[in-house]
């Protein structure tokens, strides 16, 4: 177990807990900031990242991630932590008032007050039902990629058939030595543009197409892949040589385990008492953004 000590644990890495760690930092408030996502941003990341944002002061138009980078520039100076894929599961509040959260990660943060940005929940990603993956994951398996980098010469068998699944396989197939795209059905949902190309890279031999087949293990040690195991229907399994597996099976939301915290709660949202404060029932915890719910609320950024 990882131990930190703090003044602030922020939970959810979306707009609002971003901005709050800029204005708890103007405030000399030092805050780690925990989020399920393995990238900060939230809905503007996981949801809408090219879609352009008109309702933000000063900027009569901006790009999803384009707000997401800016606010993480801004936040910057206050050198928050980020502890991200994980999700904060539980926390206690100890003798003397201060709180100790722990993340699915056994991560403990030791802080002074907590402010919940969870927006609608966790997100996840959905992950594949293959035993022993958790070894793999962050180090040969990934659900979103940050650095193309690590790609460069490697065998990646990227799995699904959505957008998702099919451009990374169209950008990863310009870098690495091999791609395989696993999908159950040889329908993708994706952009027809994208699938046109894909056919092609497919022809010239830099993507194969490995359909009707489903994921049904991993083979390596100490969370490095080696192979990718699949099955058709059939049940007939075939073996690919991987170094990476990029499973794209969309995005899992769910109020998770803050409904256990015991906080007043109204419709899945927490009720703040006092919008003047954004505090909650319980003393210390304050909640914002779209999880927090007070008269005239509004789901918006701002
Ligand atoms: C398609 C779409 C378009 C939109 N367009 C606009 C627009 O143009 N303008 C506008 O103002 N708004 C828009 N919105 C709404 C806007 O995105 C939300 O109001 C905003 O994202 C809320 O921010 P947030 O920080 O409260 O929550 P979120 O963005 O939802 O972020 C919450 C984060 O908390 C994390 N989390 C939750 N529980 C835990 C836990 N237990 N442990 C760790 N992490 C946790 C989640 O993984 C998530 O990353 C749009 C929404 C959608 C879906």
């Not at 949801?47 to 933000?56: G, H, V």
């Not at 696993?182 to 359909?211: N, Q, Y």
């Not at 083979?219 to 059939?234: P, Y």
Request: glycine share 8%.
């Amino acid at each position: 177990m990882t131990i930190h000590n703090t003044d602030l644990v922020i939970v959810g890495a979306g707009p609002a807990g971003l901005f709050s760690i800029f204005e708890a930092g103007m405030l000399k408030i030092k805050a780690h900031v925990v989020d399920t996502l393995e990238v900060i941003g939230g809905q503007c990341s996981a949801l809408y990242p090219e879609k352009p944002i008109y309702d933000i002061p000063a900027h009569p138009k901006v790009g999803a991630s384009e707000l997401i980078e800016l606010l993480e520039a801004q936040a910057a100076p206050f050198a928050p932590t980020y502890h991200l894929n994980q999700r904060v599961d539980k926390f206690t509040k100890n003798a003397d008032g201060s709180f100790t959260v722990v993340t699915s990660k056994n991560t403990q943060i030791n802080c002074k007050a907590v402010i919940i940005a969870a927006g609608c929940g966790a997100f996840g990603p959905n992950r594949p039902p293959l035993e022993g993956i958790e070894e793999y994951e962050g180090k040969s398996v990934f659900y979103a990629v940050r650095s193309k980098a690590e790609f460069v010469g490697k065998n990646v068998v990227i799995a699904g058939g959505g957008d998702s699944a099919v451009d990374w396989a169209l950008s990863l197939a310009e870098i690495s030595n091999k791609v395989y795209v696993v999908h159950r059905r040889d329908k993708f949902r994706c952009a027809p543009e994208s699938a046109d190309k894909m056919k092609a890279l497919v022809a010239e031999g830099k993507i194969e197409l490995v359909i009707p087949y489903q994921l049904d293990g991993l083979e390596g040690n100490d969370g490095k892949l080696s192979a990718v195991l699949v099955k058709d229907f059939d049940g007939n399994v075939k073996k690919l040589e991987a170094d990476y597996l990029l499973p794209f099976f969309g995005l899992a939301m769910e109020l998770g385990p803050i409904a256990d915290w015991g906080l007043s709660l109204h419709k899945n949202h927490i009720e703040v008492l006092d919008s003047s404060t954004m505090r909650t029932s319980i003393e210390g915890i304050y909640a914002i953004g779209d999880i927090a719910t007070y008269k005239n609320k509004l789901k918006l950024i701002l």
